[in-house]
């Protein structure tokens, strides 16, 4: 399997067990692309894999190339300001979206944080649609609308 996204544990040769708990996360993958699956979370003390789990399951949709846009985010841990969350969120998830819909696994590498360039990739990368919705987000930064800014980071649709 090719590595898209960097796994943490290092040298992926490394990832070894929890090959039940992938079966069962892949499964739940299937069920999601016909709308039947439901939240599902992943719990367990601290340095038991659950990272290296979600790194693995990652790189397996975006190989698959499937109907279901992988998406990985790590919540710091420190206190944020729901504004400053919802723009890193959001530049996370669209750069991510546009590395699948492209192929071009640069673009999971390095996040810029800049409408402008994303915009341009977008435009670059025939995701004309996405365009709008970035417009959107850049507005509610600028006029620092917390709420409104969050709730259209979590409800915005990227399709196609």
Known sequence: MEIYFEEKIG???LFTGRYQEMISLLKWVDM???R???STAILSRRKTGKIALMNRLFNIIFHQNDSVVPFYYEIREFDQW???FSEDFFFNFIWQYIAFKSRKTEFLKTIIE???TLIDVAKKENLDFLIEH???IKK???NKKDYALWNEVREGVCTS
Do not use: G, V
């Open 140 to 142: 509610l930064i600028s």
């Open 11 to 13: 040298n992926p040769d």
């Open 36 to 38: 039947l699956a439901r």
């Open 114 to 116: 800049d409408y402008d």
């Open 134 to 136: 970035i417009e959107i």
């Open 82 to 84: 729901i504004l400053n």
């Open 32 to 34: 999601s692309k016909k």
